[in-house]
């Protein structure tokens, strides 16, 4: 990990916490502790998972403190570390909603196993953001984005999603990718979402779609999409 500067170090139960002195995040500590392991039960609870690994957070100041140009935050599940920021770019730690996303990358990978599916592993972790948060306002806001994209002809297909999540705007690939995963884990269970999850590729999307759903992609989709259509005028 990039590790330029001081760290100060902490701990709670399932986390090691690296910020800098006389951060906001310093400042704050025992309110992102208490957020953070309120996340990591309920993220457990929502996956179906027992992950008991500690997470290495390392929590920079801002984007050019932690060296980011086109994120926010950073999982590297493999290390069991996240790298997060703290402060006057915005948080990815410690607040409600986005505390779950990088831990649920973490939790993912390791206790389900690796994807090269971005839109379940994006899916998954903007999708659990909405479920942990506390408020109805955030819960709607992907579902409120995809209305958009549904409204202007511009919402773009579930497989070219799956095999090249790269080539769409973030603003476009996650918000769709964490409405889809919600309709489809609210619809058919968690289950069926980690089956697809490990035993799906991002070049046959829609046969392995079939083969764990038992209906087809497109169905779904349809289905989906127009179910967001509705939920703009509510
Ligand atoms: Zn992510």
Same mark, same amino acid.
């Given at each position: 990990?990039?590790?330029?500067?001081?760290?100060?170090?902490?701990?709670?139960?399932?986390?090691?916490?690296?910020?800098?002195?006389?951060?906001?995040?310093?400042?704050?500590?025992?309110?992102?502790?208490?957020?953070?392991? %309120?996340?990591?039960?309920?993220?457990?609870?929502?996956?179906?998972?027992?992950?008991?690994?500690?997470?290495?957070?390392?929590?920079?100041?801002?984007?050019?403190?932690?060296?980011?140009?086109?994120?926010?935050?950073?999982?590297?599940?493999?290390?069991?570390?996240?790298?997060?920021?703290?402060?006057?770019?915005?948080?990815?730690?410690?607040?409600?909603?986005?505390?779950?996303?990088?831990?649920?990358?973490?939790?993912?990978?390791?206790?389900? +196993?690796?994807?090269?599916?971005?839109?379940?592993?994006?899916?998954?972790?903007?999708?659990?953001?909405?479920?942990?948060?506390?408020?109805?306002?955030?819960? +709607?806001?992907?579902?409120?984005?995809?209305?958009?994209?549904?409204?202007?002809?511009?919402?773009?297909?579930?497989?070219?999603?799956?095999?090249?999540?790269?080539?769409?705007?973030?603003?476009?690939?996650?918000?769709?990718?964490?409405?889809?995963?919600?309709?489809?884990?609210?619809?058919?269970?968690?289950?069926?979402?980690? %089956?697809?999850?490990?035993?799906?590729?991002?070049?046959?999307?829609?046969?392995?779609?079939?083969?764990?759903?038992?209906?087809?992609?497109?169905?779904?989709?349809?289905?989906?999409?127009?179910?967001?259509?509705?939920?703009?005028?509510?």
């Amino acid at each position: 990990m990039d590790s330029h500067g001081t760290w100060l170090q902490t701990e709670s139960e399932h986390y090691v916490y690296y910020y800098r002195p006389n951060s906001a995040a310093a400042a704050d500590i025992e309110s992102i502790k208490t957020e953070q392991e %309120r996340v990591f039960t309920q993220l457990n609870q929502l996956l179906g998972t027992q992950y008991n690994q500690k997470i290495h957070a390392y929590i920079f100041n801002d984007l050019a403190d932690a060296g980011f140009t086109d994120k926010t935050g950073q999982a590297f599940p493999i290390l069991n570390t996240i790298e997060v920021i703290y402060g006057s770019d915005g948080y990815t730690i410690g607040k409600r909603g986005i505390s779950a996303h990088e831990v649920a990358h973490i939790i993912t990978f390791n206790a389900w +196993g690796p994807t090269d599916l971005r839109i379940l592993s994006e899916g998954i972790a903007v999708y659990m953001e909405h479920v942990t948060y506390d408020s109805e306002a955030k819960y +709607g806001s992907s579902q409120m984005i995809v209305a958009a994209l549904v409204a202007h002809g511009d919402l773009p297909n579930i497989e070219s999603l799956a095999s090249d999540f790269e080539q769409f705007d973030t603003n476009i690939s996650y918000p769709v990718s964490g409405s889809f995963a919600g309709y489809i884990i609210r619809r058919f269970g968690m289950e069926k979402y980690r %089956r697809l999850f490990t035993e799906g590729r991002s070049n046959h999307f829609a046969a392995d779609f079939k083969s764990v759903y038992g209906v087809s992609l497109s169905d779904v989709e349809n289905t989906w999409s127009h179910y967001s259509d509705k939920s703009l005028t509510q």
